[in-house]
C-alpha cells in the first residue's frame, strides 16, 4: 500500500475565504481522486487529478470551486474556494496503485476536516 | 449510474459475530470491497472480494457475494469494542473511473 499525507488535518475558516489542501504520497501513483464526505455522509467523488492536464470533474462539481493541481506522480491540491458553511466537509485524497479503474482498491489519506463558520 | 444502499446503524454485544449488509445495482460490479473508518480518519482497506468468488475469509472477516441478488455481506466474528466504527461498502467495474460507496453502517460494539 503507500503512505498518503494530507496537510492539513482540520482548519476552521471564514466564510468567503479559500482553503488548498494538499495531498502527498510515498510513491508514484497513476490516479489520485478527491472526495467530499459532508457529515453523516457517504463519499462522493469530486475530480480526478490529472497529471499534466486538467482535473476531470463529476457532476455537481466545476473548476472554478475547486481547483486542483497535479504537478507530479506523488503531489495533488485541491482547493476549496469562496468558502460557505455548505462545504463544511470532510475532504479525502485518494490513490490508486494500479490502473485507477474500478479493479483496484483504493487507498485514502486520513482526510481534512473543514469547518466554514 | 451504480447505486449502492447499506443500513446506517448496527449494534452487537462484544463476543458476539456482526453482519453488515450492502447492495448494489450494477451487476456489471465486479469488484466489492469494504473499507472502515475511525472517528477522526480516513478509511482503511479492510478487505475485497471479485465477483468470480462466493466467499473469502480473511481472519475474523468473512465476506460472502450473492451475485444473483447483488448483495454483499461483511461479517466480524467475536466482535470487540475496537471495531466499532463506520464500515462503507464500495463497488467499481472494470472501465469505471472511480468506486462508488454505500452510505456507510455505523457498528456500534457494546462491552
Known amino acids: 500500500s503507500a503512505v498518503i499525507s494530507q496537510k492539513p488535518s482540520r482548519d476552521i475558516c471564514q466564510r468567503g475565504t479559500s482553503l488548498t489542501i494538499q495531498c502527498q504520497v510515498d510513491?508514484?501513483?497513476?490516479?489520485m481522486f478527491w472526495y467530499r464526505q459532508q457529515p453523516g455522509q457517504s463519499l462522493t467523488l469530486i475530480a480526478t487529478?490529472?497529471?499534466?492536464?486538467?482535473?476531470?470533474?463529476e457532476s455537481g462539481f466545476v473548476i472554478d470551486k475547486f481547483p486542483i493541481s497535479r504537478p507530479n506522480l506523488t503531489f495533488s491540491t485541491l482547493t476549496v474556494s469562496n468558502m460557505s458553511p455548505e462545504d463544511s466537509s470532510i475532504y479525502l485524497c485518494?490513490?490508486?496503485?494500479?490502473?485507477?479503474?474500478?479493479?483496484?482498491?483504493?487507498?485514502f489519506g486520513n482526510g481534512t476536516r473543514l469547518t466554514v463558520t | 449510474g451504480e447505486d449502492v444502499e447499506q443500513s446506517l446503524f448496527l449494534s452487537v454485544r462484544e463476543g458476539d459475530s456482526s453482519v453488515i449488509n450492502c447492495t448494489y445495482t450494477?451487476?456489471?460490479?465486479?469488484?466489492l470491497y469494504w473499507y472502515k473508518q475511525e472517528p477522526g480518519a480516513g478509511l482503511q482497506l479492510l478487505t475485497y472480494?471479485?465477483?468470480?468468488?462466493d466467499m473469502k475469509q480473511d481472519q475474523r472477516l468473512t465476506v460472502l457475494l450473492n451475485k444473483k441478488d447483488k448483495h454483499l455481506s461483511l461479517r466480524i466474528a467475536d466482535t470487540q469494542t475496537g471495531d466499532s466504527a463506520i464500515y462503507f461498502c464500495?463497488?467499481?467495474?472494470?472501465?469505471?473511473?472511480?468506486?462508488?460507496f454505500g452510505s456507510g453502517t455505523r457498528l456500534q460494539v457494546q462491552p
Open positions: 485518494s490513490v490508486s496503485l494500479s490502473g485507477g479503474r474500478g479493479n483496484s482498491p483504493l487507498h
Open positions: 510513491s508514484q501513483v497513476t490516479m
Open positions: 487529478a490529472n497529471q499534466g492536464s486538467e482535473a476531470t470533474y
Open positions: 450494477d451487476s456489471s460490479s465486479t469488484y
Open positions: 472480494i471479485f465477483s468470480n468468488m
Open positions: 464500495a463497488v467499481g467495474g472494470t472501465g469505471r473511473r472511480a468506486l462508488t
